[in-house]
């Protein structure tokens, strides 16, 4: 078999530094941000969600979102703010839909990140089952301290302030790390990482404590409640100027025990 020639074998070493790079690329453009995503409950059934930022530095400011339930989307409802009625003043007093979102999440010294302990909107607990949840952050001055954006090598101007959209150029590729805008991907990237975190089932005393809150009572001649216990200890607690006062909810074997009883 004769030898290869010197043109093909200049075309075999840069057929193999094309491939080595393309190799390369695709190793650290599949390098996630944001991994070992888990929620855990806290004894009051509450779900806590949690896991590793990579690249990262501390206190790197974080927001999460929970869109959905299988294939059941999960919305609430807010007043839309007076500050927004303003500027737009047939939105006064209306309500907007969006998902749940937990905001101001911060990254710590090792990495990790946990959320407060979550219920939803009404005070409710989350049932068990896979949620789709969504991680995401912004590296703006609006976002982020001096300090962390400095160490995300975000251009700055004298006084730290940043552009709208950003590129914290000492992050390295990832799927985690969208383009601002599509026409300009290394113009500004921010943090959206969509997960599934599977949320563990409750324990037997806070399935009965949730069963109770969610409880409408029917009172003789009066009839059903329109709120249920939950809403309605809250509401007493908010309203009462001190004269409720209450502990805490308990279970004792099927029973549970009303705070404040």
């Known amino acids: 078999m004769p030898s290869p020639s010197t043109s093909e074998r200049v075309a075999l070493i ?3 530094m094309c ?3 393309i190799f390369a690329h695709s190793a650290l453009a599949s390098e996630p941000i944001i991994d070992q995503l888990s929620a855990r409950r806290v004894e009051s059934g509450a779900v806590v969600i949690g896991g590793r930022a990579n690249h990262l530095p501390a206190g790197t400011k974080l927001a999460i979102e929970i869109l959905r339930q299988g294939a059941r989307e999960i919305f609430r409802q807010d007043r839309i703010p007076d500050d927004w009625a303003t500027f737009a003043p047939e939105l006064k007093g209306k309500l907007q839909k969006s998902h749940y979102r937990e905001d101001d999440i911060i990254v710590g010294d090792d990495g990790h990140f946990e959320t407060r302990p979550l219920t939803m909107q009404s005070g409710a607990i989350w049932s068990p089952g896979k949620y789709r949840v969504q991680i995401e952050s912004h590296f ?4 982020q301290s001096c300090d962390v954006i400095k160490q995300l090598g975000v251009d700055t101007d004298s006084q730290c302030r940043t552009s709208i959209d950003p590129n914290p150029t000492k992050l390295p590729a990832s799927p985690d790390l969208v383009p601002a805008d599509p026409e300009f991907p290394n113009a500004g990237r921010y943090l959206k990482a969509p ?3 599977a949320f563990p089932a409750l324990s037997e005393d806070s399935a009965v404590i949730d069963a109770v809150k969610n409880a409408r009572l029917t009172v003789h001649g009066k009839g059903r409640s329109a709120d249920p216990i939950g ?3 809250a509401y007493f607690e908010k309203g009462s ?4 006062t209450p502990r805490a909810w308990s279970a004792n074997g099927v029973h549970a025990q009303v705070p404040g009883s």
């Open 14 to 16: 840069l057929t193999l």
């Open 231 to 233: 809403n309605v200890v």
């Open 140 to 143: 703006s001055k609006a976002w």
């Open 19 to 21: 491939s080595s790079v």
């Open 241 to 244: 100027s001190g004269a409720f």
């Open 195 to 197: 997960r599934d975190v």
